[in-house]
């Protein structure tokens, strides 16, 4: 039901061929140590990768903040094309509907053994996000605690990295639920608009189409780059740019974007509504889930 | 060498006898799924407790707090009769060395399965505390990029519950090792004192003993506790604070506390030697260590 492939050792240091460090697994079965720093201190990092109609997208991009994010936890370098083999061999194990996503999962490994822990792992979404794509959710903004320079200032926050630590990110969509919201919004504490607690924020002003800065220690999203190079196509104005979160009221369209929502609008933001644009929307839509890499 | 006891179902709901619930397992075998949000979301939390001398202590303290993170977390409520019988069954099965630690850890579980995972293991730390309570620490100051209210303001962020997603705090200690320093001691970003990524502060100002109001999203410490009563009936005003980072030029001794550590004396921070207060120190520490519970 879910390949998954264990990739042993992971580190790039280590003289093994590829196709020796990957091994088939059973995911129903216990893999990981109760020693593992990866479950005992959230201490790792990961990728999820859209599939579409049997193509992994965006796995060059993938595999650079993978490498971006092992950079920022002091984690070792990872082998790149042993990981990107077993995407693909995961990928090809796995029941083929229209869409799934691969999660890569790289740990500190095992306390004081000194050796990377890394699976690969196909998985379907429990979220129905071609649902979405349809008819938006609603999102709630909540603050991320931190000011939009917190990344530069104080690098081991992480933020911007894409770690196993992801309980506030949890947090925040049990919150948005509990205030009858879809999914959460975060801002920074002095007022900007940041990201979602698994999705890259896009908005629309006119012809202008405007992303949060990565610089403000926010994941740089895949799928938003990709949507990125649709619109600048299309003839929009794209952009990083520091975005007040006032300056929300003010959209045209709001979207969150993923690796496996690809553009879903949002419809309603703290309780009043969006405006959707359903045509825009569904052509980039379109342009993505035809993406063939 | 780590006994290891799965606790299962953990959740009080269960209408399951202790005994029924408790299985000794293999702790260098993998018992954890791929599929835990423990290790995929950092989503869960944890408590350790100390076993001095084959007493482990503080059981009430921390099984509280281990509650009361679970509630911040919205995790089911535990039963923590059986959790308390995992630990004081796993010291007894522990080399009865004179100072060990008993961790508990219980996860969301298997996504969708709505489960919660729980083991408890005996193991013994990397770090030389009893060495460290002589000779003392060196430690820095990092910003934790919060204010000190944000707990009351932002309960989504978790800010005081011990979870399992310390990947800040790894790379908090990380940094602290480059800048040739021990342990690090985090900071509000409206200047006021917090605590240290696995260990609380603090403080002695002539007859006052202080340490940061755990209100400020600061985990209440339980070696702090223990350590304040003995203050207290030593003579000395214990109290809990609001504490501004500049006063802690003024200190005439900081300590870091924990289950492992109880106390130890900070003898520099950000490169600037704090005075040791040895006697003081060793009493402290041979009444926390003379405890039976």
Chains 1, 2 share one sequence.
């Not at 720093?37 to 796995?59: K, M, S, W, Y």
């Not at 094309?81 to 194990?93: D, F, Q, T």
């Not at 603050?143 to 200032?153: F, L, V």
Request: net charge negative; with cysteine.
């Amino acid at each position: 039901m879910n390949p998954c492939i264990l990739v042993q050792p992971v580190e790039a240091s280590a003289d093994v061929a590829v196709a020796d460090r990957l091994q088939v697994v059973d995911a129903a079965a216990p893999q990981v140590s109760v020693l593992d720093l990866g479950v005992t201190r959230g201490d790792g990092i990961f990728e999820v990768f859209g599939v579409i109609n049997g193509h992994v997208q965006a796995v060059v991009p993938h595999l650079r903040r993978l490498a971006v994010s092992a950079a920022m936890l002091d984690l070792p370098e990872l082998d790149l094309e042993a990981i990107r083999e077993a995407v693909v061999r995961v990928a090809g194990m796995a029941e083929q509907v229209p869409e799934f996503s691969v999660k890569v999962v790289v740990t500190r490994g095992v306390e004081g053994a000194g050796a990377a822990t890394c699976w690969v792992i196909a998985f379907r979404s429990s979220d129905d996000f071609a649902a979405e794509r349809i008819t938006g959710v609603r999102a709630v903004l909540l603050d991320r605690g931190y000011p939009h320079d917190i990344a530069s200032r104080a690098p081991w926050l992480l933020a911007g990295a894409k770690t196993l630590s992801y309980a506030v990110n949890k947090a925040a969509l049990r919150e948005a639920a509990r205030r009858g919201a879809d999914d959460a919004i975060f801002t920074s504490s002095d007022g900007y608009v940041l990201e979602g607690p698994s999705a890259n924020l896009v908005a629309r002003f006119g012809n202008r189409i405007l992303t949060p800065a990565p610089a403000q220690g926010i994941l740089r999203g895949t799928a938003q780059g990709a949507a990125f190079e649709y619109f600048a196509e299309a003839g929009y104005a794209v952009g990083e740019v520091l975005l007040r979160v006032e300056q929300l009221a003010e959209a045209d369209a709001l979207w969150l974007t993923s690796s496996g929502r690809m553009l879903v609008p949002v419809r309603e933001l703290d309780g009043r509504p969006v405006p959707v644009d359903r045509e825009l929307t569904d052509a980039a839509n379109a342009a993505l889930l035809a993406r063939t890499e």
